[in-house]
């Protein structure tokens, strides 16, 4: 029954803008917060990571973002797995539900279903969606890379497909000047959550599997291709 549960969610936030951004979460106690900002060392070596990576990534990729450019900088050392202060959202309520019932078998997943703009109106008076160079994006990620004072705020920005897995994916990020879980943020009119059981998750994801909704489709790479064929044949 979670398609018309998941169904039910959306239609229940007020969502004037018709905007509605989407998190899978494969347990459903984690919170909603970056992975840069779960622990205190995170913080402390952020400009120091964000610099390392910039430094050697330059010397190995072809072609690189610009030193202008921290949006796009961002954005690769989130797909290649370096903590940011991002977190991924999608506009896809499948993609998120594939990732609320894939790993953590015996916990609970969950989906989150949030309307981006009203987050903003809640912390900046302003009910937009943000791309990276808008003075208020632009801020934050400055402040990430030269490690200066972050405003103590949450943001929606739209991502522009800098790579295939934001684009297959239809990824957004929410952009975190501090560590607060976003559930503690919200409420009820902007963020829902629907909690998928541990028990149904298998049945889900083969459900999903119908509608073409995949590791390979998601990722598009060898290692998701392989990861997906041993799960349909029982190899682990």
């Known amino acids: 029954m979670v398609f018309p549960d998941l169904l039910e969610t959306i239609a229940s936030l007020k969502r004037p803008s018709g905007e509605v951004w989407f998190r899978g979460q494969s ?39 610009t030193d202008n450019d921290p949006a796009r900088w961002m954005f690769l050392m989130q797909h290649h797995g370096l903590p940011t202060r991002l977190l991924d959202w999608t506009e896809s309520a499948l993609a998120a539900l594939f990732f609320a019932v894939s790993g953590s078998p015996s916990a609970d997943g969950a989906v989150y279903v949030m309307v981006p703009m009203d987050l903003n109106q809640s912390q900046v008076a302003q009910p937009v969606l943000f791309n990276p160079y808008t003075p208020e994006m632009y801020e934050m990620l400055m402040a990430a890379f030269m490690g200066t004072v972050m405003p103590i705020k949450t943001l929606a920005m739209m991502a522009y497909a800098s790579n295939d897995r934001i684009s297959r994916q239809q990824g957004h990020f929410t952009m975190h000047g501090t560590s607060s879980d976003l559930r503690s943020l919200a409420n009820a009119d902007w963020l829902k959550t629907l909690r998928i059981p541990a028990a149904s998750k298998a049945e889900i994801k083969q459900q999903l599997e119908y509608f073409g909704v995949t590791e390979t489709s998601l990722f598009h790479d060898l290692d998701s291709l392989a990861k997906e064929l041993r799960e349909q044949h029982g190899i682990s």
């Open 27 to 65: 347990n459903a106690d984690w919170s909603l917060t970056p992975r840069l900002l779960r622990s205190p060392a995170g913080v402390t070596h952020e400009k120091n990571m964000l610099a390392r990576f910039r430094s050697r990534a330059m010397g190995i990729l072809p072609n690189h973002p």
